[in-house]
């Protein structure tokens, strides 16, 4: 599986953007679908996932009530809406895909990584 990110930005703080990761799976609606981030000196952070369907998400405590994940399985992509952006979702924001029909929010628990879109949100 191949994913290709993209959508990042420089925004104000307050601002939204929407990133987004295609895939090149055969059949995409087989795999669950996260996103992390990872800012410079630290280490790579879960953000969201989705389920197979997409009727099931979940957040980090960060990110809950601003970010919303989504997926279109027949366009092979998945969402990130990020909206109130803070200066410290400043960060390169990566998708990830593993096989299974749950929901999975640990580095280890992904396959499959994409190459990495860059948010920067100023004060």
């Known amino acids: 599986v191949q994913l290709q990110a993209s959508g990042g930005g420089l925004v104000q703080a307050g601002g939204s953007l929407r990133l987004s990761c295609a895939a090149s799976a055969q059949t995409f609606s087989n795999y669950a679908m996260g996103w992390f981030r990872q800012a410079p000196g630290k280490e790579r952070d879960f953000v969201a996932t989705i389920n197979w369907s997409g009727g099931i998400t979940y957040y980090a405590d960060s990110v809950k009530g601003r970010f919303t994940i989504s997926r279109d399985n027949a366009k092979n992509t998945v969402y990130l809406q990020m909206n109130s952006l803070k200066p410290e979702d400043t960060a390169v924001y990566y998708c990830?895909?593993?096989?299974?029909?749950?929901?999975?929010?640990?580095?280890?628990?992904?396959?499959?990584w994409g190459q990495g879109t860059q948010v920067t949100v100023s004060s």
């Open positions: 990830a895909a593993r096989g299974g029909r749950s929901y999975f929010y640990t580095v280890k628990s992904y396959d499959y």
